[in-house]
């Protein structure tokens, strides 16, 4: 894929431009247990235009069903088979390697063990069961004697995977630890790595391919690491929303796999157009906002929303990456 050096501009919709919306969770539809604002009103209007909703999450905690539910319940009707997560990528991911009916020490929520069972594979508490594999997956209660467990089974050299390792989760009381700092108690206790199914790589888009069967996807996602990361690396396209984990200077900064095609402040930029960003003669220009080098950095002039003046730093930033923007965002409040 060719490095991106601005925000791409789309005529339509993105709810008629693409087919099936890839939703990550956490920072994007919900944070904790409540719904981010606008986004049950924006997925209920994309559903509405005929644009399939499949919810794909790194958080292997609960079941599919669970989410469904949850979801259902803030008022996005979904069914089990509309959420994909990394548990089920780790569990076809192990399937794939160890025999029909193995033990498996597994660390982690119901979504996890639901997952394994899934795949024909039984889940086992201890090190001292003789598991054929042993995997990581992100749970509320974790305990210290489970890191324990996992880090003697990886010590005996039983295969260790992991469903994600992202190092942290938004909650509605702010950012918490993830499966990934749980991951990096037991690399330090082993020396090890494990096989990782997670955003951004192969396996959770491979499994979120099989089961979406979506033709012109659109990954959208609050997660530079994951979501866009995980976009980049299977050619699709993908929307950022300023609604979890990332901050508009982390967005100016973004390397080029983390570049998204689309930015928006939450899910409503599901269901407008995007303006189209221009580079010329040193200046970059999105509606009415222009931003050029100037002695002290990056200088921004206009008015308007200001996340046009975003989209067009974006590309002053992407393609100067020498010059300071921290000046000219500051002016645009985000």
């Given at each position: 894929m060719t490095d991106r050096t601005s925000p791409s501009g789309s005529a339509q919709p993105l709810d008629t431009a693409y087919d099936t919306a890839l939703l990550d969770l956490d920072g994007v539809v919900y944070k904790g247990g409540d719904a981010i604002d606008h986004a049950v009103e924006s997925l209920t209007a994309a559903r509405k235009d005929g644009m399939r909703l499949a919810y794909v999450t790194n958080n292997a905690a609960r079941t599919p069903a669970a989410v469904a539910e949850h979801l259902t319940h803030l008022g996005v009707p979904a069914a089990a088979e509309d959420v994909i997560t990394s548990a089920q990528a780790v569990a076809r991911l192990i399937a794939d390697e160890v025999p029909a009916g193995s033990k498996v020490l597994a660390v982690g929520g119901e979504g996890l063990f639901a997952a394994l069972r899934e795949r024909g594979l039984e889940p086992v508490e201890s090190a001292a069961d003789d598991p054929a594999a042993a995997v990581q997956g992100y749970g509320p209660e974790l305990r210290w004697s489970q890191l324990a467990e996992m880090a003697f089974a990886v010590n005996a050299g039983v295969p260790?995977?992991?469903?994600?390792?992202?190092?942290?989760?938004?909650?509605?009381?702010?950012?918490?630890?993830?499966?990934?700092?749980?991951?990096?108690?037991?690399?330090?206790?082993?020396?090890?790595?494990?096989?990782?199914?997670?955003?951004?790589?192969?396996?959770?888009?491979?499994?979120?391919?099989?089961?979406?069967?979506?033709?012109?996807?659109?990954?959208?996602?609050?997660?530079?690491?994951?979501?866009?990361?995980?976009?980049?690396?299977?050619?699709?396209?993908?929307?950022?929303?300023?609604?979890?984990?990332?901050?508009?200077?982390?967005?100016?900064?973004?390397?080029?796999?983390?570049?998204?095609?689309?930015?928006?402040?939450?899910?409503?930029?599901?269901?407008?157009?995007?303006?189209?960003?221009?580079?010329?003669?040193?200046?970059?220009?999105?509606?009415?906002?222009?931003?050029?080098?100037?002695?002290?950095?990056?200088?921004?002039?206009?008015?308007?929303?200001?996340?046009?003046?975003?989209?067009?730093?974006?590309?002053?930033?992407?393609?100067?990456?020498?010059?300071?923007?921290?000046?000219?965002l500051d002016a645009l409040g985000l």
């Amino acid at each position: 894929m060719t490095d991106r050096t601005s925000p791409s501009g789309s005529a339509q919709p993105l709810d008629t431009a693409y087919d099936t919306a890839l939703l990550d969770l956490d920072g994007v539809v919900y944070k904790g247990g409540d719904a981010i604002d606008h986004a049950v009103e924006s997925l209920t209007a994309a559903r509405k235009d005929g644009m399939r909703l499949a919810y794909v999450t790194n958080n292997a905690a609960r079941t599919p069903a669970a989410v469904a539910e949850h979801l259902t319940h803030l008022g996005v009707p979904a069914a089990a088979e509309d959420v994909i997560t990394s548990a089920q990528a780790v569990a076809r991911l192990i399937a794939d390697e160890v025999p029909a009916g193995s033990k498996v020490l597994a660390v982690g929520g119901e979504g996890l063990f639901a997952a394994l069972r899934e795949r024909g594979l039984e889940p086992v508490e201890s090190a001292a069961d003789d598991p054929a594999a042993a995997v990581q997956g992100y749970g509320p209660e974790l305990r210290w004697s489970q890191l324990a467990e996992m880090a003697f089974a990886v010590n005996a050299g039983v295969p260790w995977f992991a469903s994600n390792t992202d190092l942290t989760i938004p909650s509605a009381r702010g950012i918490a630890p993830g499966n990934g700092a749980a991951v990096e108690v037991v690399r330090i206790a082993t020396g090890g790595s494990p096989r990782v199914a997670g955003k951004p790589l192969p396996p959770m888009h491979r499994e979120t391919v099989i089961r979406t069967g979506a033709k012109r996807p659109l990954v959208v996602g609050d997660r530079l690491d994951t979501d866009i990361e995980g976009a980049y690396a299977g050619g699709v396209d993908s929307l950022l929303v300023l609604t979890g984990v990332t901050t508009a200077a982390a967005l100016l900064a973004a390397e080029p796999r983390h570049r998204p095609t689309y930015v928006a402040r939450d899910l409503r930029g599901l269901l407008a157009p995007h303006p189209e960003v221009t580079w010329s003669s040193e200046q970059a220009r999105c509606g009415a906002w222009a931003v050029a080098p100037s002695r002290s950095g990056l200088s921004l002039t206009g008015e308007g929303d200001p996340l046009d003046g975003l989209r067009a730093l974006c590309a002053a930033a992407w393609t100067r990456p020498d010059l300071d923007p921290s000046a000219a965002l500051d002016a645009l409040g985000l």
